[in-house]
């Protein structure tokens, strides 16, 4: 048995840390059957094992990784809603901010196109933003056409804004004539579309 199968035995451990610190081996290796290893421990029952996965899958980068972890992102997120505040889930959840930076900065554009088949996922405007994919345009038009404002209406603007696509610029107008208590849809759209006239 050499080095690797010995640290991918670990996985099986009754001991979390065990686990976790095998993941976080197998994350640090080239080996490329370590990304199959990893994956099924987005699953595993102990938080600390899935936020090393999370942390090996963005260090291997191998883009078999983005929809399982867009999966946990939503599985958290659901898991999350479950306790009164965030403080109280935290010690169980992974953090979602986490799963977001890892997909954005360790995969970036070739995360965009699973990101906007998940355009309904809490913080994926932001990230879509983050990113400056113009392939996100389109998905965050659609989300701008519906037609009862919301902060998911916020949340594209601001996105739109980040990406700099001058075909966002005439529904982004349409909102500057638009008022609504406690949503600044207007100064938003404002903004965003002095970012793209300044690109």
């Known amino acids: 048995m050499d080095d690797f199968e010995r640290i991918a035995e ?84 992974v953090n979602p901010g986490l799963i977001a930076r890892t997909l954005g900065t360790r995969f970036g554009a070739r995360a965009v196109d699973a990101l906007i088949a998940n355009i309904d996922l809490f913080g994926v405007f932001y990230l879509l933003g983050e990113i400056g994919d113009p392939r996100a345009v389109d998905a965050l038009l659609v989300v701008l056409a519906q037609p009862q404002i919301t902060f998911q209406h916020t949340g594209a603007v601001i996105a739109l804004g980040k990406i700099g696509d001058p075909r966002a610029v005439p529904t982004l107008e349409h909102f500057l004539s638009v008022r609504i208590p406690g949503i600044e849809i207007d100064t938003l759209a404002r903004e965003a579309i002095q970012k793209i006239q300044q690109r």
Do not use: C
């Not at 670990?10 to 994956?39: C, E, M, N, Q, Y």
């Not at 899935?50 to 399982?68: C, K, Q, S, T």
């Not at 946990?72 to 809603?81: I, M």
């Open 10 to 93: 670990d996985l099986k451990s009754t001991s979390p840390h065990f686990r976790a610190v095998a993941v976080k081996k197998l994350g640090a290796s080239s080996d490329p059957r370590a990304v199959d290893l990893i994956l099924p421990m987005l699953q595993d029952r102990n938080k600390q094992v899935r936020v090393e996965a999370v942390a090996a899958l963005g260090n291997l980068g191998d883009d078999r990784a983005i929809e399982p972890l867009i999966a946990l992102w939503r599985r958290e997120g659901q898991k999350a809603e479950e306790f009164p505040t965030a403080e109280d889930a935290e010690p169980y959840t």
